[in-house]
């Protein structure tokens, strides 16, 4: 294991990760906010705010998935290091991290069931930037509208609300700052 | 003019020491020690150790002291405990056929390989006050019989295996669910109605066992056999490559035999009910083997018949005591929004009905 | 902050906020499900707390989950800051969190709460953490489990409207005074907890985040911030809000959900806020009720204590 994989974790994990977790939250339940976040240092290709959500969210219950670049060595051994989570394929996974390109096709993830729509992936895609601008949010979170770049077309994430109450949510992540895009949002290009 | 009560902080601090005075009783007598609770009050104890999921009698015993005596209070107090307890690992499961039994009995044979081993138990006791142990006298020690050390001893269902007249269990090296770890999802299999009724209430388990054998389910079980004993857990260490004896834990093991019709594609054999509970818990694993039996009429082609003890939903979801006497008391806060709510409706209804039916309304004496 | 003194945390004798770090996560995890899916009851593995089943511990562990060092706390029961059950969880957490405690709703970052909401409006970064006893809307119609969730999923609840309507045929309304049942986004029937139905319509569009625990029953589920929240009902029966037609008679509010007291055993009565720091609110601004002291502070103001 890399010397690497020792390091980069939550200062003081009780504390960090509620501070994270809360920054997480607000994400998520204000589609079109970026929020900023602390306390993580993995190794590259893993931003901070990636590693962040993967100290805050996952452990030895929590099936993740490596996309890509993102699918190496340093980043393997922080994970299973720092978190115990197990490494699959996307079929099984609870958490997949990557740039978007790499986690295509996004048929490949679990969107949950009928009765357990809960039991759906979370996505973490790695950005090089986030902005409020783009594409046009609304719904459940967001007072009138909100924006928010996105990685591709608004149809992509249209079709994925249009499973709900299945469907995928997503964390978008650029540095230290992440944005959150629940299956619940509606997307529409302008 | 009118002030609202306040104080609730001072109210809990006052009634919590009021509480600890009340545990301690009459101070001139002299305070149980946790070793006499344990050595004295063992069944107390093992009930403690058994619904609270935790194999530890110092703790049982303390927790016994800590509620006065309640039992249930006591298992709270272990299974609060017992969630803040970082979880290491896995033990291998516990062989029960290695057990060293103080106890071994079947119904179901006069005499079998192992014998019958009555042990310490309450059955053919007369059930007369033994004013002696008022007296404080000194308890007479049991006769040591040569070469009658607790030895290990075959499963009597082994022996009606041998021949095909019992249900094969089908072996399975699978992990079973933990109701601890994760929420419980209904239809539940074996492993985890097993683990509920390990830790469900005594007194729920036995009497839904109870109705069974008055025909709300019937499944006329024998006691093919019933052991007591000393199991070893072992514990696999990755690292060093073999298991480690970790600790002895008493257990209490009983397996019915049920009668079986057979159906469409089985010949007519017997069946089987299972009971594990930690410590000496003869009472709840025979009921908890009947209620097992009974839950398990879909695996088995026999009809529901609407008992409550077949009824898987039924049971798992009520036979928690510590979820049970929760939500029981907690109808003992205050629901002053909910009845006000309520009040209103029922005045508004009463008063409404009344006009339909041309009634003069009852003012309200207040208004 | 005033009545409750600040107790020294025990945070060496247990983890922040009293949950180990593994269940805060799988319970975060569920909360986060839950925002995705307004009104889904999440299951999750509910911890045995230090309390009993059915006095807060979904509500505890939800609050323990989203806790930070910073946060400002809020405890109410029955919409009182003071009632024993507030007054336990919130020196629970004083003492596992070492958080700073308040009455004042517009001061609470994380309110958590037993059957009501906080007249005064919620704002954005504030979290609302209800105690939840039976998270099934449906269960009284159906108690089991494996049919609810079929009906949820079919989104089948022709059996509430079924019930709703039969309350009008016999008593020419709707006889559900509390724990009215809502539909979210119009998807999820769900279960608003014991809160009177007046409190209803404050749960939609409401700009705090809105999170529901049911421990015993092992559900968690949510509304984020700006959801539309409605009150099931017909259209020649509409919902209406109701309460007590009075003015509280201490700070003179006619617009706030009220608790009936009785006076003494000549039937006197009075009515007065259930939310104690709206009503103090109202009347360290001036506000009197006709059954109010003349000035807070007052000497004989002790005497009833
Ligand atoms: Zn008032």
Known sequence: MNATALQGGFATPAHDSARAFRATLDALARPGTIQTVAGAQPPAPLSVAAGVLILTLTDGTTPVHLAGAWDCADVRDWITFQTGAPLVGPADAAFAVGAWNDLAPLDRFAIGTPDYPDRSATLIVECDALQAQGAQLTGSGIKDSARLSLPDAARVFAANHALFPLGLDFFFTAGDRLAGLPRSTKVEDN | MYVAVKGGERAIENAHAWLAEERRGDPSVPELALDQIREQLKLAVNRVMAEGSLYDPDLAALAIKQSRGDLIESIFLMRAYRTTLPRFGVSRPVDTAAMACIRRISATFKDLPGGQILGPTFDYTHRLLDFALAAEGEAPRAPITEGAEPAAVPHVTEFLNRDGLIQEEPHSDETPGDLTRNPLELPANRPLRLQALARGDEGFVLSLAYSTQRGYGRTHAFVGELRIGLVAVEYDVPELGFAIHLADIELTECETVNQFKGSRSEPPQFTRGYGLVLGQSERKSISMSLVDRALRWRELGEDYIGAPAQDEEFVLSHCDNIQATGFLEHIKLPHYVDFQAELELVRRLRAEALELTGAPAMKEAAE | MTAIAQTPTETDAYNFAYLDEQTKRMIRRAILKGVAIPGYQVPFASREMPMPYGWGTGGVQVTAACLVPEDRLKVIDQGADDTTNAVSIRRFFQRTAGVAVTENTPEATVIQTRHRIPETPLTEGQILVYQVPIPEPLRFLEPRETETRRMHALEDYGLMHVKLYEDIARHGQIATSYDYPVKVEGRYVMDPSPIPKFDNPKMSDNAAIQLFG????????????????????????????????????????????????????????????????????????????????????????????
């Open chain 3, 214 to 305: 049911a421990g015993r029953e092992q559900r968690i589920y949510a509304l984020p911030p700006y959801t539309k929240v409605v009150s099931l009902d017909f259209e020649d029966h509409p919902f209406v809000a109701s309460k007590a037609d009075h003015p509280c008679g201490l700070c003179g509010s006619t617009d706030s959900y009220l608790d009936e007291v009785i006076m003494d055993d000549q039937g006197g009565r009075m009515f007065v806020c259930s939310d104690t720091n709206y009503c103090s609110t109202r009347r360290e601004a001036g506000h009197i009720g006709a059954m109010a002291a003349p000035a807070p502070a007052q000497p004989q103001e002790r005497r009833a204590e």
